[in-house]
């Protein structure tokens, strides 16, 4: 497998790039505005340069740039924040560069002469409307009208769950490649449910250690273990009519159909986003199991290790001390499972 080199912008840790090396991509540049970011990513990857800074600075933009040339790049991903952008007709559209940051990716890309170009977000990054020569275009069309002389480009719209993820989590990407070059789409692979990838884990209460790596249960307050010690998988506890989630003060608290919800034994996990520490959020209670008296076991978010496993993730995983639970969840739940950049990418064919 030839090798190549590649850069990495808005990185956040580099969560994506974990199976790079692999697929004989070896990402020697990256950008992230975050210092604790981009602390963690010189953590895990100590042979790239981490450039931490806003890329919008001119100052930070060129050394970025410089060390991309320098390295001899031919690979990118970009995972710009959607900040500044909105559906067609919803606002008014700024003139200041800095509210559409894929903007400084196209930048980087008219100055280089990459092979390879990645483009990933949520689904619906790939239905907004840009500002661009007086009009206003889907980020794939101005992809086009750029680049098309030189490369293919597609977007398209795939789920972690179908490419080895246990996990449903609909990502929208843009590929772009030079002419000439192969990039085949990925293989779909059978799901993986929750049942495969963590049933064999011991059941945990809330503050409970198993003595495996990272199989440590948070703590929750003793009002929400009651509720969720009274909801089934699947359901949730504020359709419960007696232990129900509560406020200090007894009243109950109001949310989403699928606020304090346990997820299903056999589907993937619901997608992790960067609140999956809070047993209140969005489908974040363990599936759980009914036991002798009617209650359910596992009143409790997912431990970190039941966290990597269903994001693709190696369950023993080495970290600095300094990462703290919150943070981790939180740079797992932003950023794309590494198996599924991992398929889509081993498509290249760069022999």
């Not at 790239?48 to 740039?65: L, M, Q, R, S």
């Amino acid at each position: 497998m030839k090798r190549i080199n590649g850069a990495s912008l808005f990185s956040s840790a580099g969560i994506a790039e974990m199976y790079f090396k692999n697929i004989g991509i070896d990402i020697k540049v990256s950008s992230e505005l975050l210092q604790k970011r981009c602390d963690l990513h010189n953590f895990l990857y100590p042979d790239c340069k981490a450039i931490c800074g806003d890329i919008t600075n001119e100052e930070i933009f060129d050394t970025v740039n410089t060390n991309i040339k320098s390295s001899n790049c031919k690979f990118l991903i970009a995972t710009p924040p959607c900040q500044g952008m909105s559906s067609l007709g919803k606002k008014e559209y700024s003139t200041d560069k800095r509210n559409y940051l894929i903007f400084y990716v196209l930048d980087i890309i008219d100055d280089n002469d990459f092979d390879y170009i990645f483009i990933e977000n949520v689904p619906k990054f790939l239905q907004l409307y840009f500002p661009f020569y007086g009009k206003l275009e889907k980020l794939i069309d101005i992809c086009k009208i750029k680049y098309s002389e030189k490369y293919n480009v597609d977007s398209f719209v795939l789920n972690a769950k179908d490419y080895g993820v246990p996990q449903s989590r609909p990502r929208g990407f843009i590929r772009i490649w030079k002419k000439g070059l192969v990039w085949n789409k990925p293989q779909a692979k059978k799901e993986i449910t929750l049942r495969e990838c963590i049933g064999d884990l011991p059941s945990l209460n809330p503050g409970e250690d198993s003595g495996i790596k990272w199989h440590f249960a948070k703590k929750h307050n003793e009002r929400e273990i009651l509720a969720m010690r009274h909801t089934p998988e699947g359901k949730s506890a504020l359709k419960n009519k007696i232990y129900f989630p509560k406020k200090e003060n007894g009243q109950p608290i109001k949310g989403f159909h699928n606020t304090y919800t346990r997820m299903k034994w056999d589907e993937p996990s619901p997608a992790r986003a960067m609140n999956s520490g809070n047993l209140g959020g969005h489908n974040n209670c363990h599936p759980g199991k009914k036991l002798t008296d009617g209650t359910y076991s596992d009143p409790r978010v997912l431990t970190l290790r039941e966290l990597f496993i269903v994001s693709s993730i190696t369950p023993d995983w080495d970290l600095p001390d300094w990462a703290s639970d919150n943070f981790i969840r939180q740079v797992i739940g932003e950023a794309i499972p590494p198996m599924f950049s991992k398929s889509i990418l081993e498509g290249i064919n760069h022999d």
